[in-house]
């Protein structure tokens, strides 16, 4: 929860960052001959037809103008944009080229391969910006789909051998046509970077982290198929990677990144009233076990009326009779939907001018009757004017004062967040306002996922708003967890702490300005590598993400048992393109079953769900199922997952994959020249006419032999062929 506020507030400072600065009058002198700097830049780097429709747009974003370029065809059937962003220096930030027709359907595989689009990519980058390709390197990814009509293709920045992973040039390329689609150059110019000579050690500087930042054991949280919340033992990073780091020089704890501790405005909710329960139930209808125990479920909850007057009889809210309730609603809770939360807003009401004086939310767990949550806010203040009232310490007495009266058992299960100041500013300062937390403590593990936030008004001296997130969940015992120690050794040696640049801004001064811009600086740091979860599982010692689910990091797929196979091509092309099956072997030889020959086909068409392997769960399988039935691919009565699919039935799958099959059903107007055509089922022949006519099937040459079983390397050679159309 502690995380979420600081991501927050991360937005906010880097929409402060972002924010547009209106041009001094003096600059505006000189954007009409940067603006033709532009445009001329733009003609010379990209082929722009003399009769497309121009259009422009300036913005200046910090220190840098930025000149927008459209141009757009007078085609109105399949109208062609392009679009070109360059700096007043004449640096192309953006291009993009984009018609109607180029948002086809993938679905086939690609005339280029990624490394014949990487040649093409670093030609373009060579063409845009010369020279510059001496600074980036390229970042090798593995995540393809059959269904991308693009290569997308990442480069970092490096300044003297050491990675500045802020500064990036993205492209993507056509996969037929190695046409350029988008060009993106997120770079920062003017930066200071320090020299990486006199910088510790790799074994300095893991000393250092251990001692400075550091790991620590908690709990986090995962959800499971049956909507229960399981907690998970992991070890985790005591601070965010991005705002704290090693000094490279020093071994010190260095911030980059500042958090506001103001709470960000909460809106009033205009939406029209909702009724929360409305049941109906005819006499007639049969309702199943689940159905019954919703009802049962629901009829525990707490009625608006009772939800409305817990509201208004805490003392805290103060929630008056001139308060009116102007919406409610309930749903479930997130991500425990076996909660059900009523969340109230009351306002006063309009004065002349139409506008509500003030206004409280609440939220009302529907089965304990808890106030979860609450915030006020006012479109006139009574305090702008004033000074802030308390320091830190101040603000959280008063915080705590209200726990121990109001929320005292879950008080006593908790810890201040102390961490949560080191990502705030100037906290030696009075503020206008704090953002106080508190984590949950399970067994003395702290569970950052659930504890308490209260945003502290200290103009108003009051709390502002509250938020209180507990859940119902089993925490497993830490007792046999690997070692602080051993989990340091998978942190350093199979995430990684490296060298690198970060940013850390300078002072912003307004375009126009007099005084001179301060330049920004890059802090040389030591930090984990940015690709891979910082969570390890304090149980089995895997790299992990937040909600325990094993990290596995992409690599090339490869076989041990296809080299010279007849398939080897075949099955390494559609890896290529994650249609593949698990394992390190292949087994080409194999009959294969029809949960694995679907679970392939099923990759080639717009299906996300979960992997089909040995171990996988009958929910796991039923949803690739469930897809393929609804797509049409399958029929309900043909689902057999560990059958051995006969080739008759591989052409049958394929040609509905395409949507050929109503063709294909139709009886006596095709032909097949296969020796032994006769042994088709009749049902089948269609398909199997269709098949061999598109190429997709060649059988021996002589015979189909449709009631065989299917090879897995078959299958593979029959969907490399269907992708080929």
């Given amino acids: 929860m502690d995380e979420l506020k600081r991501k927050t507030a991360l937005i906010l400072v880097l929409v402060l960052v972002l924010s547009v600065i209106l041009p001094a009058q003096g600059f505006a002198a000189d954007m009409d001959k940067e603006l033709e700097n532009a445009i001329r830049t733009a003609k010379s780097k990209f082929s722009i037809p003399e009769d497309y429709k121009f259009s422009s747009n300036i913005y200046a974003s910090n220190t840098q103008i930025v000149y927008e370029l459209s141009w757009r065809s007078q085609d109105t059937v399949n109208t062609t944009y392009i679009n070109v962003s360059v700096d007043g220096k004449g640096n192309i930030l953006y291009y993009s080229r984009h018609s109607r027709s180029d948002y086809r359907l993938g679905g086939r595989l690609p005339e280029l391969s990624r490394e014949e689009a990487r040649k093409k990519a670093e030609q373009y980058i060579e063409h845009i910006a010369p020279g510059l390709l001496n600074e980036i390197e390229y970042r090798e990814e593995y995540s393809d789909s059959v269904m991308d009509i693009s290569y997308y293709l990442t480069y970092y920045r490096v300044v003297d051998g050491v990675p500045y992973y802020n500064n990036t040039v993205s492209l993507s390329i056509n996969r037929d046509t190695g046409e350029l689609m988008s060009y993106s150059r997120n770079w920062t110019d003017d930066v200071e970077f320090p020299s990486p000579e006199g910088a510790i050690s790799p074994e300095e500087a893991k000393k250092a982290y251990r001692e400075n930042l550091g790991i620590r054991l908690i709990y986090s949280y995962t959800t499971t198929e049956d909507n229960m919340i399981r907690a998970v033992p992991l070890y985790a990073t005591v601070y965010d990677n991005n705002a704290f780091v090693i000094d490279a020089y020093t071994g010190k704890k260095q911030r980059l990144l500042y958090y506001s501790y103001a709470e960000p405005a909460y809106l009033a909710d205009s939406s029209e009233e909702k009724t929360a329960l409305q049941m109906a139930a005819g006499a007639s209808i049969r309702l199943t076990p689940e159905e019954l125990k919703a009802i049962g479920e629901a009829s525990e909850l707490i009625s608006l009326e009772k939800a409305e007057k817990l509201a208004r009889g805490a003392e ?27 969340s109230l807003q009351f306002s006063t009401p309009a004065g002349e001018d139409g506008i509500a004086n003030d206004y409280v939310s609440v939220s009302i767990n529907a089965r304990t009757e808890e106030i979860t949550s609450f915030y006020f806010y006012g479109s006139t203040p009574d305090s702008v004017q004033k000074q802030p009232l308390k320091d830190l310490a101040g603000a959280r007495a008063d915080a705590e004062a209200f726990l121990k009266k109001y929320y005292p058992r879950y008080f006593e299960q908790m810890e201040y967040n102390k961490i949560n100041e080191e990502y705030a500013e100037n906290l030696d300062e009075n503020q206008k306002s704090y953002i106080i937390s508190y984590t949950r403590l ?46 340091y050794d998978i942190l350093f040696d199979e995430i990684g702490l490296g060298l690198e640049y970060k940013y850390r801004s300078g002072k912003v001064i307004p375009l126009g300005a007099e005084e001179k811009q301060e330049s920004a600086k890059a802090a040389l740091v030591y930090a984990l590598a940015p690709e891979m979860p910082h969570y390890i599982d304090a149980v089995s010692g895997k790299i992990v993400y937040r909600d325990g689910s094993e990290y596995k990091e992409p690599k090339k797929i490869s076989y041990t048992d296809i080299k010279g196979h007849f398939a080897e091509k075949q099955i390494s092309v559609l890896a290529d393109f ?5 394992g390190t072997e292949f087994r080409p030889d194999d009959a294969i079953v029809q949960k694995d020959f679907l679970s392939l086909l099923a990759k080639t ?19 690739l199922y469930v897809y393929l039935i609804r797509e049409g691919v399958v029929r309900e009565n043909e689902k057999a997952p560990d059958s051995a699919v006969t080739r008759e039935e591989a052409v049958k799958f394929i040609i509905r994959a395409l949507k050929y099959d109503k063709v294909a059903d139709i009886r006596g107007i095709f032909s097949v020249s296969f020796r032994d055509s006769e042994s088709i089922s009749g049902d089948l022949y269609g398909y199997v006419a269709i098949a061999s006519g598109l190429g997709i099937v060649k059988g021996d040459g ?21 992708l080929r159309l």
Wanted: aromatic share 16%.
């Fill in 316 to 342: 805290f809210l103060g929630i008056t009779e001139k308060y009116e309730l102007k919406n409610y609603y309930l749903s479930t809770s997130w991500p425990d939907n076996r909660e059900y939360l009523w």
């Fill in 442 to 487: 399970a067994d003395g593990v702290p569970f950052p996922d659930n504890g308490v936030t209260i945003s502290y008004d200290n103009l108003k001296g009051k709390i502002a708003s509250f938020s209180l997130s507990w859940f119902n969940a089993e925490f497993p015992s830490v007792e046999n967890v690997i070692s602080l120690d051993e989990a």
């Fill in 578 to 582: 994650g249609i593949y099956l698990e």
């Fill in 605 to 623: 068409l717009n299906y996300y769900g979960p992997a089909i392997t040995e171990k996988s769960s009958r929910e796991g399988i039923d949803e």
């Fill in 702 to 722: 002589i015979d189909f032999r449709p009631k065989k079983n299917t090879t897995r390397a078959e299958a593979a050679v029959m969907i490399y062929n269907y």
